[in-house]
């Protein structure tokens, strides 16, 4: 099937660079895609083709509506819509506009952090499960930021275990705050890139948003709170327990964890693997996984972590060849001819 698309003014900011964004709707959709000069035309299959024409139409419609694409968003959003049949461009690009998330704005780039946003609008608890990279940290605070500055929630609680100090921050120079601010500074990070500076340090000030290690939350009971934890997979079975029944009324909690980066001693197991095992199935909580296709930072991130798993599997075959039994080699079976007698000697003498 061939199908014809009229060029429109500024219709070229929709191809990317060296026509990248082009690129990405051909391999996506299994259609070709050929540049004239009044026009484009489609070629493939008819369902392709229409999502295709679908695809620019909703471009069309989001441009003439004032609708910017900042940051990569617009490639990000392609591979969503490619991947998943029942997502339009349109639908991705208002859904995320209809959020606030103060300064910035905030589009899910693949799938999954697609289906991460959803659960965390429908669920009260959400762990989120993937390696480094794939913005469970920073869609959580998005998520967060947008809950309170839409009164959904009354303050925001970020907490994460300090593993590396063994919670005994004693030794460490400076204030209590000084000694924590170290573990805790990806999420100041996610803070000061969505909300202004004077904004960030005046909820600082009156415990709007919270930030402290998860050894700070034993005995606490959290209404009204948007509370993320942040690096769970070093928490003990013990913090997670105590971590995930400190929800109070009117509250929503996100574990986020990249369980291949563990930093509890050998003895010790993770809290978010256990926790992983235990409410598999509880009601009113979800479980998003993600891996290395959805890493959003520089490219190579996403073939090292594919390298390191890849080591771990060759790894994990080796270990395995080297416990199986070894198989004895056969014993020689009797011969069937019957061995010569000895030699008689001379008789023997009294």
Do not use: C, W
Request: hydrophobic share 40%; proline share 6%.
């Amino acid at each position: 099937m061939k199908k014809n698309i009229e060029l429109t003014p500024d219709i070229e900011t929709l191809f990317g660079t060296r026509d990248e964004n082009l690129h990405v709707l051909e391999d996506g959709l299994n259609i070709n895609i050929d540049l004239r000069s009044d026009r484009i035309e489609l070629e493939g299959a008819p369902r392709d083709v229409t999502r295709a024409e679908q695809l620019f139409a909703d471009y069309e419609h989001l441009r003439r509506t004032g609708h910017q694409f900042q940051n990569g968003d617009l490639s990000s959003m392609l591979r969503v819509v490619v991947a998943d049949p029942n997502t339009t461009l349109r639908g991705l690009a208002e859904a995320g506009r209809q959020r606030s998330f103060g300064r910035r704005t905030v589009q899910p780039k693949s799938p999954n952090q697609r289906r991460y946003l959803e659960a965390i609008e429908k669920h009260d608890m959400v762990f989120a499960v993937g390696p480094a990279g794939t913005g469970k940290t920073y869609l959580a605070v998005a998520m967060a930021i947008s809950a309170l500055l839409n009164k959904q929630v009354n303050r925001i609680i970020l907490a994460r275990p300090a593993v590396e100090a063994g919670e005994r921050l004693g030794f460490l120079p400076g204030t209590l705050q000084e000694k924590i601010d170290p573990y805790l500074r990806p999420l100041y990070d996610a803070l000061f890139d969505m909300l202004d500076p004077e904004r960030v340090e005046r909820y600082l000030e009156k415990n709007i948003i919270e930030i402290a290690p998860i050894a700070f939350m034993r005995g606490r009971t959290l209404n009204d709170s948007f509370v993320i934890l942040d690096e769970a997979q070093n928490t003990t079975s013990e913090q997670m327990k105590m971590f995930v029944t400190r929800l109070g009324f009117g509250s929503k909690a996100v574990i986020t964890g990249d369980v291949t980066q563990i930093d509890l001693p050998t003895a010790r197991r993770s809290g978010l693997i256990e926790a992983a095992e235990i409410l598999q199935g509880v009601n009113g909580l979800a479980f998003v996984n993600f891996d290395e296709s959805d890493v959003v930072r520089h490219h190579l991130v996403q073939r090292i972590i594919r390298a390191y798993d890849e080591y771990k599997t060759r790894l994990a075959e080796q270990q395995l060849s080297l416990l199986e039994p070894r198989t004895l080699a056969p014993k020689p079976e009797p011969s069937s001819v019957a061995p010569p007698s000895p030699r008689e000697g001379p008789p023997m003498r009294n």
